[in-house]
């Protein structure tokens, strides 16, 4: 029995909404215990009463995170890294639409706590517990270097200055999440973690509920006229975590391969982000002992 953390889903607010949902329900069924992460209590509790008519209650834990706050977000990795020695899969796919600036209580801006903050803390705080698994993997639903992709906005990574533009907030996280793996590669080189990036394409999830009108109505008939099921996706991001690739980074569009080698994936950049977050959550450069990854931390440069 293996596993699987899971985290959200394009559009969805957690492990117990779209693709994150759909997926997780297909590890049940396969035979996986699966921890779901989520803000909503009501969807948690229909993903244990699913579980329970598949016959998987005891193999179903739902944890109810606020994972746009940074100390929630580093306290579930701990707690997690604790009650689960050995993890197979980290799945990261929380984010959520915010159509204006919100400030959370720790002073970050909350789209971008929750799309990047919190997959770095859970990547880094769980890394211990996936490198004890006998094929583990990270896979990030995120933006995978396409033609239209983000920039990282490196003089205002939060919007402080000048008017919100959510969109540019989801852009510079799709871009930023694709070099939280190149750069989670390039750290732990020589690991046994492989780190995939994942880009689901058009998918019929919760999107539009945080959206305003008219552009709400408009996106779900495009959805209904072009979005690919969760379940049809979640199947294709299933049969990743059931065969990962071998590289230490790789890349998919739609199921389909992505060639890493162009200037979304550049290292120096990516480390470059790596720093700031760094030092923006004011942690220390982190041990990288076999099986570290763990909430304690240490200098070592």
Not at 80 to 95: K, N
Request: proline content about 4%.
């Amino acid at each position: 029995m293996r596993t699987i953390v899971i985290t959200g889903g394009t559009g969805g607010t957690g492990g117990t909404d779209g693709i994150g949902r759909a997926l997780a329900l297909r590890r049940l069924r396969g035979g996986d215990r699966v921890v779901a992460l989520g803000s909503g209590q009501a969807k948690g509790e229909r993903f244990l009463e699913e579980a329970r008519r598949l016959g998987a209650g005891d193999r179903a834990v739902f944890h109810r995170a606020d994972l746009g706050s940074v100390a929630v977000s580093r306290a579930v990795a701990a707690e997690l890294a604790q009650a689960y020695p050995v993890v197979d899969a980290l799945v990261l796919g929380a984010y959520r639409h915010h159509p204006d600036r919100v400030e959370t209580a720790e002073g970050f801006e909350r789209a971008f706590a929750l799309y990047v903050l919190s997959r770095h803390l859970l990547a880094e705080g769980l890394r211990g517990s996936l490198e004890r698994a006998d094929s583990p993997v990270i896979l990030s639903l995120c933006g995978v270097g396409g033609i239209r992709a983000g920039r990282i906005h490196w003089d205002d990574l939060q919007q402080a200055r000048g008017s919100y533009r959510p969109l540019r907030a989801t852009m510079q996280g799709a871009r930023a999440n694709d070099l939280l793996g190149v750069s989670f590669a390039e750290r732990h080189a020589g690991r046994r973690t492989r780190y995939v990036l994942y880009n689901p394409g058009f998918v019929a999830t919760g999107m539009t509920e945080p959206l305003r009108q008219p552009m709400r109505g408009l996106v779900r008939v495009m959805a209904w006229l072009f979005a690919r099921s969760a379940d049809e996706t979640a199947g294709q991001v299933a049969e990743v975590l059931d065969h990962p690739p071998a590289a230490p980074l790789s890349g998919f569009f739609r199921g389909g391969p992505v060639d890493l080698d162009r200037p979304g994936f550049d290292r120096e950049t990516a480390a470059r982000l790596h720093g700031v977050l760094r030092d923006m959550l004011g942690e220390t450069v982190r041990s990288d002992r076999p099986g570290g990854g763990g909430a304690g931390r240490e200098r070592t440069d």
